[in-house]
């Protein structure tokens, strides 16, 4: 399973981003879908997580001003950021889990960098 993030970059706090992760390859079924990520010197974070049945959940790092959302027919999900503050600066992953020739497994994108300037 390979896993392509887009939509990071640079924003003034206060200011918004969206995040979309597509997952592509072969004999794979999605579970689940979502965000970590890991600011400089610190260990990786959850950010919040979707089921395909839609249960989310939300790590301290995400609640109350990101949403996070799927689109499992297209194997997506998306990371909806608001008001972001100079401390959500870090390396968003794209965390994928399922099922790949009926083996479980998981899977971790390449990050994509969002910097928030206060």
């Known amino acids: 399973v390979q896993l392509q993030a887009s939509g990071g970059g640079s924003v003034h706090a206060g200011g918004s981003l969206r995040l979309s992760c597509v997952a592509s390859g072969s004999a794979f079924i999605t579970s689940l879908m979502g965000w970590y990520r890991q600011a400089p010197g610190k260990q990786r974070e959850l950010v919040a997580t979707?089921?395909?049945?839609?249960?989310?959940n939300y790590g301290d790092s995400g609640k109350g001003r990101f949403t996070v959302s799927g689109a499992f027919a297209r194997n997506t999900v998306y990371l909806q950021m608001d008001s972001l503050k100079a401390e959500d600066t870090a390396v968003y992953y794209c965390n994928w889990r399922g099922t790949v020739h009926q083996r479980l497994a998981p899977y971790w994108g390449r990050g994509t960098l969002v910097t928030v300037s206060s």
């Open positions: 979707i089921t395909r049945g839609g249960t989310t």
